[in-house]
């Protein structure tokens, strides 16, 4: 090529990279902002809403679970700021429990059947223990649950939270061989399981309005259920990175109107649905920014009506879907 030719095509070039990064720049915003594609030409789920702002109008910052009162249809939200905030079921933002009223390092939470909100609590350097921290349906602390005095105490790192029907509180832990089961009558106990020999190390913990406990497991890929006598019925779901299967799964959300089970799951970044018996449905998601994808998502939550709320962490948000019925 002489030098001519060569002073050609430099001028070419420096007139078509200019379009060729522009279309690689129109081609990832088409991909961030439109919505996924399931896999079917009906999609199992429709994006509806998202929350994406604090009660100060602030932006949430990594929100990391989502919780909802079907009773008082009101939703609680735990942010990187270590505070709760409080939302209408239309996602108004009404109130915040923050450390001024004692939450400090919230792991997860749930409601009684009378209202009482429970927040599980790691150490900090003003407690230096964890602890279930109760409050009345008007936000008033009434008492802490200290979470010593059983096996593995010492190194306990609390991550979920649940209740059942009879008041029995179900916590996990951080790399824990079971479940913590804190009575009614303030008796501590674990349940565990096991698996080719060893325990399984649960990392959340949700309870369904007939008494089942469904336990998650991230190391192993799988969900387990359990009746309202904590006797193991079945686990579902198989280890794997790709669709149907579990790679991080972080939390569980049960649809009351039909069964339907919700898994999140962290490295995949989608939810995928089974049926009551476990049995794969569909999923949806992936990586991404736009709506109806996800960054990291942590956590899972089922209204009264059906909607789907996942903690959308790393994209700062919480995303609302409805099942296309």
């Known amino acids: 090529m002489d030098e001519k030719e060569l002073r050609r095509m430099t001028v070419v070039m420096k007139n078509i990279v200019p379009f060729l990064l522009l279309g690689i720049l129109l081609a990832v915003v088409f991909h961030c902002t439109t919505q996924p594609v399931y896999g079917s030409a009906q999609r199992p789920v429709l994006y509806c809403d998202c929350i994406l702002e604090d009660e100060a109008g602030e932006r949430l910052r990594f929100p990391s679970s989502v919780f909802v009162d079907t009773v008082a249809k009101e939703i609680y939200i735990t942010d990187g700021m270590n505070r709760i905030i409080v939302y209408t079921s239309d996602f108004f933002p009404i109130f915040t429990l923050d450390k001024k009223r004692g939450v400090e390092s919230p792991q997860g939470l749930t409601i009684d059947s009378q209202g009482n909100l429970y927040i599980v609590q790691s150490a900090t350097k003003e407690v230096p223990k964890p602890r279930i921290s109760i409050f009345n349906a008007c936000y008033k602390w009434i008492k802490d649950i200290s979470l010593t005095g059983f096996e593995g105490a010492d190194t306990f790192i609390p991550s979920g939270l649940a209740t059942d029907k009879d008041g029995n509180i179900y916590v996990t832990g951080s790399s824990f061989p079971g479940v913590l089961i804190v009575g009614s009558q303030g008796t501590k106990e674990i349940l565990s399981h096991e698996e080719n020999g060893t325990k399984v190390q649960f990392n959340n913990v949700t309870a369904d309005n007939k008494g089942r406990i469904y336990l998650v497991s991230e190391i192993n890929g799988h969900i387990y259920v359990f009746d309202e006598n904590r006797k193991s019925l079945f686990e579902f779901g198989e280890k794997g990175g790709s669709t149907g299967k579990m790679s991080r799964p972080q939390a569980v959300a049960i649809d009351e109107r039909n069964g339907t089970i919700y898994v999140v799951d962290y490295m995949r970044h ?39 709320l996942v ?14 019925e």
């Open 270 to 308: 989608t939810v995928s649905a089974y049926d009551s018996n476990g049995k794969y449905l569909h999923e949806f998601g992936g990586l991404g920014w736009g709506e109806g994808w996800f960054q990291f998502p942590k956590d899972i939550a089922i209204d009264s009506e059906g909607r789907i």
């Open 311 to 324: 903690a959308d962490t790393f994209n700062d948000r919480i995303e609302i879907f409805k099942p296309n």
